[in-house]
Nanobody
Framework: QVQLVESGGGLVQAGGSLRLSCAHSGGLFNINTMGWYRQAPGKQRDLVAS???????NYADSVKGRFTISRDNAKNTVYLQMTSLKPEDTAVYYC????????WGQGTQVTVSS
């Protein structure tokens, strides 16, 4: 069964940090490029970071230098370390494959206060 479970979100002041986790069911998720996405109220869901199965990463310009994506295939988990958070980072964060989205998880809410 395909499953994605995001966690680690919360309320943080601007400048703070959070570490998000994405627990998945292995298989396809371990051998393909994974991504972290976010969706703010009234906006589309955007890809903010991705990581290949060999560990190469890419970032949206808006988060470059502040966010770090990593993965631990032995634990079936993908992480997103977020630092220097800004109010505009406020959104629900999701993880999924990049090439072809499978069923979305419930996401984890990140709220950054000014």
């Amino acid at each position: 069964q395909v499953q994605l479970v995001e966690s680690g979100g919360g309320l943080v002041q601007a400048g703070g940090s959070l570490r998000l986790s994405c627990a998945h069911s292995g298989g396809l998720f371990n051998i393909n490029t994974m991504g972290w996405y976010r969706q703010a109220p009234g906006k589309q869901r955007d890809l903010v970071a991705s990581i290949t199965n060999t560990g190469s990463s890419n970032y949206a310009d808006s988060v470059k230098g502040r966010f770090t994506i990593s993965r631990d295939n032995a634990k079936n988990t993908v992480y997103l370390q977020m630092t220097s958070l800004k109010p505009e980072d406020t959104a629900v964060y999701y993880c999924n494959l990049v090439a072809a989205h499978l069923d979305w998880g419930q996401g984890t809410q990140v709220t950054v206060s000014s």
